[in-house]
């Protein structure tokens, strides 16, 4: 028998729709070094169930296939991750049926697709960039030691995928907590040589309501990130940067 891979997708027309929400199971044809990504290809060029109805093809993002830009974030069997490296062999071994969902703490678009501007709303809250304004020369930056690089390379991998505020119990309806991607950022930005100058703007936005004292300390996040970045140490590292900055932070003014 040629072998398959069974595929149950929660689907919903439209964010405004509830009442379209529903399961749909479908079987593709096996390959080797399947993906996700691959079965739901496969899915959008002949969008007919398991039992042989046609429906409206899957909706769902990507982008690099290299986890590399988060595009392509979602649960698969319960679980946040990349669909792009979702092997079915490894996540399927037996033929066990996959199952795929939109993510939960995100505006639901359609079908696997949901709205992440959160996220970059929060970047924005923080200032997570170097602020240099003007046009004109300003000459050579500070240098930047290989230390500093080595701390801050593996911060800087985070692809705004949005896995660790999906993982993280304290991000939920009745929180406004931040999260730890915007919270890791804050970080990285802090230890550049040039962008430590605007440190006390990005620690004092984290000071207010839904900063970082929301975290509840879960480390989900940690455990989720597929670039495993030290969010947990980030966390930390910013959390005791607040506290200083509110003891000691009228010295600087």
């Known amino acids: 028998m040629e072998r398959t891979v ?4 929660r689907r919903q027309d439209a964010a ?7 399961w749909e199971e479908f079987s593709v044809p096996w390959q080797p070094q399947m993906n996700v990504i ?3 290809m496969h899915i959008q060029r002949n969008p007919v169930t398991a039992d042989g109805t046609t429906v409206a ?12 830009c988060g595009a392509c974030t979602m649960l698969v069997n319960g679980r946040v991750r990349q669909s792009c490296t979702a092997l079915v062999d490894q996540i399927a071994p037996g033929g066990e049926v996959i199952t795929l969902e939109p993510m939960t703490k995100f505006p639901l ?3 696997l697709v949901v709205d992440r501007s959160r996220m970059f709303e929060d970047l924005k809250r923080v200032k997570a960039w170097v602020n240099l304004d003007g046009s004109h020369e300003l000459g050579p930056g500070p240098r930047q030691s290989q230390e500093n690089q080595e701390e801050a390379y593996p911060l800087s991998r985070c692809m705004t995928c949005g896995c660790c505020l ?9 929180s406004t907590f931040i999260g730890p991607a915007a919270i890791n ?3 990285l930005f802090n230890l550049h040589p040039s962008g430590k100058m605007h440190a006390a703007e990005r620690l004092e936005a984290l000071m207010d309501e839904g900063g970082v004292d929301g ?3 879960a480390q989900n996040c940690v455990e989720v990130c597929p670039k495993e970045i030290p969010l947990v140490d980030s966390i930390a590292q910013v959390s005791r940067q607040t506290t200083k900055h509110m003891l000691f932070g009228w010295l600087l003014k």
């Open 6 to 9: 069974r595929l149950k997708i």
């Open 16 to 22: 405004d729709k509830p009442e379209t929400r529903r």
């Open 38 to 40: 691959s079965a739901l």
């Open 57 to 68: 093809p899957i909706v769902w993002e990507m982008s690099c296939l290299e986890e590399v």
């Open 109 to 111: 678009v359609r079908d």
């Open 166 to 174: 999906e993982a993280c119990p304290q991000v939920n309806p009745r």
């Open 185 to 187: 950022q804050v970080r």
């Open 215 to 217: 975290c509840g300390k």
